[in-house]
C-alpha cells in the first residue's frame, strides 16, 4: 500500500507542479501589466488627468501625425527619416480621439505595459517559478527610469516581441512554415517604424533558422524554403505600408532620405555619436540616474554575450534547457541592440533591453543561493524606484496651462512662460515656424519641411530653401527659434547652410523678445500681430 501511495503521488506531483506554475503566470500575466500601466499613468499624469507636457521625441512625431491630419505627406510636404509607422499611428489616433495632448502619454503607458505583458509570456516559457516575474520586476524601475518616450522605437520593438513569441512555438513544433511567414509579416511591419530594427530582426531570425537547420540537420531546401517565406512576407508587408510613399517620391529620392541620411548626415548631430551616453547622462537629473542608466547600459550588451558563452559550454551538457528559446532571446535582444548601438541613448537601449531582463533572470536562476539572493535584491530595488517615481511626479510643483489642445502640467518655469506667452499671441490654425513641440499644444499649422534649423549637417541646404519659400509663401508671422550662435565650437558645428536662412530672417522680421529658456520670437516687419494686442 505504501509503494502505491507512493508512486501514486510521483506521479501527481509533476501534474499539480505545473497547475500551479500555470495559475501564477496567469495571475502574473494580469497584475504585472496593471502594475506597470499605473505607475507609467503616475509619471506621465498630474492627478486627476492633467498631461504632463512632453519635451522629448514624442512630441515630434505626434506633430508629425498632426500635419497628416491636415493633409500633408510624409517626405514630400514635411522632412521625415524613418518609416511613416508611428507618424501613422498618432494621425489614427488624432483622427478618431481629437488632437488632444493626453494621446501621447497615455499612448506611452499603452505600450509600456504591453511590453511587460510580452515579456512575461515569453518568461513563462523558460523560467519557472518566481523568477518568471523578475524580467517585469526590472522592467518597471530600472529599464522605464529613462524609457518613457512613445516614438518608433518602441513600436518596432514590441512588434520584434511578438514575432519572437511567434516563432517560439515553431522552435517547440518544428517551426511551421506558416508562424515563419508571420514572423516575416511583423518583420515588414517592424521596419515600418524603423527600417535599421525591421531589417536587423530580419537578419537575426534568418541566422536563427540557418542554426536551427544546421542543429536539426534539415534538408538545405528546407532552409532555403524558410528563408524565402521570411524574407519574402517581410518584403510584402514592408511595400504595402510604404510603397505609397516610394511612388509618390521615386524610388531615389526615398532611398536618399530614409536610407542614405541616417547613415550619413544624422550622426552629426552631437547627441548621436559616441558621446551620446555623457549627454545623456548629464541631461537626467537626481540620484537615480546613478543606479539606472549603468544598469541599463552595461546589462544589455553584456548579457547576452555571457549567455552565448554559457550556451556554448553547456548546451550538450544540459540538453533539458530550452536552449532553441533561450537562443531565439538573445538574438532577438542583439539585433535590437545592434540597431541603436551606433546612436546609444538610454530610452533607445531601453527599447532594446526586454529580452535580455529575460536572460538576466535565467541567468540569475543558474546561479542557486547567491542567483536568488540578487535576483531578490535587484526586484526589490526596481520596484522601489517605480513607486518612488510617481510618488514623486504627483508631489512636484506643476504649472498648469488650459492649451487648445487641452490641459497640460509643465514642470520647468521658463518653458511654462514660453507656451503661455505664445499662447496668448497666437490662434489656433495660424501660420507658424519653430521650436517643434510647440505646435500640436497650440494647434498650429507648420507649412515649413523642417522645425527650427540647426547649425549641423542634418538640415540638408534644400530643406532650408524650401523652408524659406514656406515661410515667404504663408507669411508666416511669428517664428519661435533657439538661436544657434551659442553651438559655436562644438563638436559638427557648421552654419554655412544656416546663411540663407540667417539672411532673409534678418531682412524679414525682427527678435522682439527673447524668453529665459534661451528661445527667440520673431515678428514678420509688415505683421502688428503682438503690437495690437493689449
Not at 57 to 66: H, I, P, R, V, Y
Not at 103 to 113: D, E, F, Q, T
Not at 374 to 381: D, K, N, S, Y
Amino acid at each position: 500500500m505504501g509503494e502505491v501511495i507512493t508512486a501514486t503521488t510521483y506521479l501527481d506531483h509533476p501534474s499539480q507542479i505545473e497547475s500551479t506554475s500555470g495559475m501564477r503566470l496567469r495571475w502574473l500575466v494580469a497584475v504585472a501589466p496593471s502594475f506597470t500601466f499605473a505607475t507609467c499613468y503616475l509619471r506621465e499624469f498630474v492627478l486627476p488627468h492633467a498631461p504632463v507636457m512632453s519635451w522629448n521625441d514624442q512630441m515630434l512625431f505626434a506633430s508629425n501625425g498632426a500635419r497628416i491630419v491636415a493633409g500633408q505627406m510624409p517626405y514630400r510636404d514635411y522632412f521625415q527619416f524613418v518609416t511613416p509607422g508611428t507618424d501613422l499611428v498618432y494621425a489614427f489616433l488624432f483622427r478618431h480621439l481629437g488632437l488632444l495632448l493626453w494621446i501621447p502619454n497615455a499612448l506611452m503607458a499603452c505600450l509600456a505595459s504591453t511590453a511587460v505583458l510580452l515579456m512575461t509570456l515569453a518568461a513563462g516559457k523558460v523560467l519557472r517559478g518566481s523568477f518568471v516575474a523578475l524580467p517585469a520586476a526590472l522592467t518597471v524601475g530600472f529599464v522605464l527610469f529613462g524609457g518613457l518616450d512613445a516614438t518608433h522605437h518602441w513600436f518596432s520593438g514590441l512588434i520584434a516581441l511578438i514575432a519572437m513569441l511567434v516563432l517560439f512555438h515553431g522552435s517547440q513544433d518544428g517551426s511551421q512554415d506558416w508562424r515563419i511567414a508571420l514572423a516575416g509579416a511583423l518583420c515588414g511591419l517592424a521596419a515600418s517604424f524603423t527600417q535599421s530594427k525591421g531589417a536587423s530582426i530580419t537578419a537575426g531570425f534568418l541566422a536563427y533558422l540557418f542554426w536551427q537547420s544546421i542543429d536539426e540537420k534539415q534538408k538545405a531546401n528546407v532552409l532555403w524554403r524558410r528563408a524565402i517565406l521570411l524574407c519574402g512576407a517581410a518584403l510584402i508587408i514592408f511595400l504595402a505600408i510604404n510603397g505609397p510613399y516610394i511612388q509618390a517620391m521615386g524610388i531615389k529620392e526615398w532611398i536618399k532620405w530614409v536610407v542614405v541620411f541616417p547613415l550619413r548626415y544624422y550622426p552629426t548631430l552631437p547627441a548621436q555619436t559616441w558621446r551620446s551616453p555623457l549627454d545623456d547622462f548629464r541631461h537626467q537629473t537626481g540620484f537615480l540616474r546613478w543606479i539606472c542608466i549603468p544598469f541599463v547600459y552595461l546589462t544589455v550588451p553584456l548579457v547576452y554575450l555571457v549567455f552565448l558563452r554559457v550556451m556554448y559550454r553547456r548546451r550538450r551538457i544540459e540538453p533539458d534547457q530550452p536552449w532553441n528559446q533561450l537562443l531565439l532571446l538573445a538574438i532577438t535582444g542583439l539585433a535590437m541592440f545592434l540597431a541603436v548601438a551606433p546612436c546609444l541613448s538610454v530610452m533607445r537601449v531601453s527599447c532594446a533591453s526586454f529580452p535580455g531582463m529575460i536572460l538576466l533572470a535565467w541567468l540569475l536562476n543558474r546561479w542557486g543561493k547567491k542567483g536568488r539572493v540578487t535576483g531578490g535584491a535587484l526586484a526589490a530595488l526596481s520596484l522601489a524606484i517605480a513607486v518612488y517615481l510617481p510618488l514623486r511626479n504627483q508631489t512636484m510643483h506643476w504649472h498648469y496651462l488650459d492649451l487648445p489642445a487641452g490641459r497640460t502640467a509643465i514642470l520647468d518655469p521658463n518653458r511654462y512662460e514660453v507656451y503661455r506667452s505664445m499662447a496668448e499671441n497666437t490662434h489656433p490654425g495660424q501660420m507658424y515656424f519653430g521650436v517643434g513641440p510647440l505646435a500640436l499644444p497650440l494647434w498650429l499649422q507648420t507649412p515649413a519641411p523642417i522645425a527650427s534649423p540647426v547649425p549641423y549637417e542634418y538640415d540638408r541646404p534644400e530643406h532650408i530653401a524650401a523652408s524659406i519659400a514656406a515661410i515667404e509663401t504663408n507669411r508666416v508671422p511669428l517664428l519661435l527659434l533657439k538661436p544657434y550662435r551659442y553651438l559655436a565650437g562644438t563638436w559638427g558645428y557648421t552654419d554655412n547652410h544656416l546663411r540663407p536662412f540667417q539672411a532673409y530672417l534678418d531682412q524679414h522680421y525682427r527678435c522682439i523678445k527673447t524668453f529665459p529658456a534661451g528661445f527667440e520670437l520673431w515678428q514678420r516687419r509688415d505683421s502688428s500681430q503682438l503690437d495690437s494686442k493689449p
